[in-house]
């Protein structure tokens, strides 16, 4: 078999041993938001209307809420990849340090809160270097996401949240002075408040024997900035007690005011480093969010234990992606750069359907070469019209907000207007769809992620040791999908390789089999993520019906889908395709895609392969390349 696979080491671990207090490695995944107030976002509700209906900015409370809330954490270092002629080729790569049983069986790293904000137990051993592949191992079936119940049952009670994340005990302060008058106790502490209180919060009070039993415990404080005998009012706070009369203490050796443990993006550094060094993912961990979704993703970079002559930053830049401010579009020259062992979180609302891609913006064609780039894409908010609604009203409704309303007669940068002819398609009862169509044009039943790559085993080599890279030079002799060539394309679950330290770890999560039920519909999500090539794929069998290009839905302004069917489609690097491979040729209503199937094509595996025959081989070896399975069953 000649494959291109990945392999992790661990080995070396000690030689990075960084003391903990030296990183930040914080994350940020609120429950609550100015957009999503309340404690249950973790759901998409139906679109109902307008976040905002003012004219004049963002009001301090929505008039709808839409979408939820969603976080994801990578990690950026370096790793390994073995490819097929045995060569150990050096990485530059991101790794996942949440979602981890989710990208082991091929799914998206993107969390709600309460999975992302669940505390990784130390004491448990819950992780282990080279985790997920160690935990999960056991998991080798994989071919059609979502795995099966007895596959999940195999994933069951492995650590899916953020890596390390622990609860924070350390905003703690020492008491000066401890007063009661009535029932207020006036708290004087020995520093201004770095507990950053507020009234409403919950304070644990603590000390030795000289406190008296009355203060103790939690506390909802009722005043801050109080003014006292001792220092300024930044220092003081007052709560309620439950006994009277309680007598006054004046420094105390002692006694603490602190925040009860919780969990508020505090990790421990330790895990992440067993985690996320050597641990890339080639590509990089896969992302999907949802219209009106807030997308908080921390990047937190663990350094390059393989180059220590290095000190690379590293960014993540969405290409193609609107964002709504320039500090989270990962360009340095606009925003910022995360430096060795520090994280910092992007914010991102969700913008408009479709398939981007993501990369590291630091020196883009070398960090692009080396294996920097992932897949990102965004679901419609009609995947969330109720059952039986019509599609064409829904869309009709979306018109009425600012933030998304695509009418051609006074935009003419509208990309997605209404349907020329209302359809008369209703919310079908299962499937989803790829863009706010308003006629049903972009159902489907299941969906591929499919990315597209390319691999200069040369590039890599001189990078390896210590030599400057010849960009000139550059020319891909791997040629990938999902980080794989065939026939590890059609091979089911993570690929993994045992390392230096005895250790199997994962790095190329995602098979690229496609599995169709027959009659029904897989939606490609085509990225190319190359630097120097373009890419080209091609179906035998089964149509290619091109709906969407670079996260576009294919209509023109006075709202006539310009989908077309082909056998093939070419890219360049950076560019996205949306792909439907319909197995069904005629249906009970022609023009609702997701009606029942007449009449389907044979049941049967079909290829999908690239014709440009060099990029069908392992540099040298006349097999592997782009191609992988098309199984309709």
């Known amino acids: ?261 919780a969990i508020d993006g505090h990790v421990d550094p330790r895990q992440i480093m067993d985690v996320g060094v050597m641990n890339g993912n080639l590509p990089a961990p896969l992302m999907a969010i949802d219209e009106d979704d807030e997308f908080f993703l921390t990047l937190t970079n663990v350094g390059m234990i393989m180059r220590p002559d290095l000190f690379e930053q590293h960014t993540v830049h969405f290409h193609g992606y609107p964002n709504a401010s320039a500090f989270y579009d990962g360009v340095p020259d606009a925003s910022v750069a995360i ?29 692009l070469q080396m294996g920097m780039v992932g897949q990102i894409y965004v679901r419609p908010r009609q995947n969330r019209v109720p059952v039986g609604t019509s599609l064409y009203t829904a869309r009709t409704a979306q018109n009425g907000d600012l933030r998304t309303a695509c009418v051609s007669a006074t935009d003419i940068l509208c990309s997605n207007p209404l349907p020329a002819v209302n359809t008369g398609v209703n919310r079908a009862a299962s499937g989803n769809y790829a863009y706010n169509d308003g006629d049903g044009s972009t159902y489907y039943d299941v969906e591929y992620p499919i990315q597209m790559h390319g691999f200069d085993p040369n590039f890599h080599f001189v990078g390896m040791t210590f030599n400057p890279e010849g960009f000139a030079d550059m020319k891909d002799k791997y040629f990938l999908l999902n980080g794989r060539s065939y026939p590890d394309t059609v091979t089911s679950g993570p690929l993994q390789t045992q390392s230096a330290d005895g250790v199997y770890h994962f790095s190329q999560p995602l098979a690229t089999i496609v599995d169709i039920p027959v009659g029904q519909r897989a939606l490609l999500r085509i990225s190319d993520l190359n630097v120097s090539e373009y890419h080209t794929l091609a179906s035998l069998g089964v149509p290619m019906q091109v709906i969407g290009y670079n996260a576009k839905l294919l209509r023109d302004q006075a709202g006539n889908n310009l989908y077309y069917t082909t056998n093939s489609i070419t890219l360049g690097g950076g560019e996205s395709l949306d792909v439907i491979l319909d197995t069904c040729l005629t249906r009970a209503t022609p023009a609702d895609p997701s009606s029942s199937c007449t009449t389907a094509i044979p049941v049967g595996t079909y290829y999908l392969y690239t014709p440009n025959l060099d990029h069908l081989s392992n540099d040298a070896e006349n097999f592997g390349g782009q191609m992988t399975e098309v199984r309709v069953h």
């Open 1 to 261: 078999m000649f494959n291109t696979r990945g392999w992790i080491a661990l080995g070396l671990l000690s030689a990075f041993a960084v003391p903990a207090m030296a990183q930040s490695f914080r994350v940020q995944c609120p429950t609550s938001t100015v957009t999503h107030p309340g404690a249950n976002n973790n759901s998409e509700p139906a679109y109902v209307g307008p976040t905002y209906t003012g004219t004049n900015g963002y009001g301090t409370t929505p008039a709808h809420v839409n979408g939820a809330i969603k976080c994801q954490q990578i990690s950026g270092g370096d790793g390994y990849a073995t490819m097929g002629d045995g060569t150990q080729t050096y990485l530059f790569s991101f790794g996942p340090l949440s979602g981890l049983a989710d990208i082991a069986s091929g799914q998206p790293g993107s969390l709600p809160p309460s999975q992302f904000n669940t505390p990784n137990d130390p004491k448990a051993n819950l992780l282990q270097p080279g985790d997920p592949a160690t935990s999960v191992a056991p998991v080798t079936a994989q071919s059609v996401p979502p795995l099966t119940s007895a596959q999940m049952s195999q994933l069951a009670g492995f650590y899916n949240g953020a890596v390390g994340l622990d609860y924070d005990v350390a905003n703690t302060v020492s008491i000066y002075d401890i007063s009661e008058t009535g029932n207020t106790v006036t708290v004087v502490t020995n520093s201004p408040l770095d507990l950053n209180l507020q009234v409403g919060a919950t304070v644990v009070i603590a000390g030795g024997t000289d406190l008296p039993a009355g203060y103790k415990g939690n506390a909802t404080v009722t005043a801050v900035n109080v003014p006292n005998a001792f220092f300024p009012p930044s220092f003081a706070f007052r709560y309620t007690a439950g006994t009277s009369a309680l007598a006054e203490v004046t420094e105390s050796p002692t006694a603490t005011a602190s925040f009860p443990k």
């Open 339 to 367: 430096n060795i062992a520090a994280s910092f979180t992007y914010y991102y609302l969700a913008p408009d359907a479709g398939t981007y891609f993501w990369h590291c913006h630091i020196t883009p064609p070398e960090h």
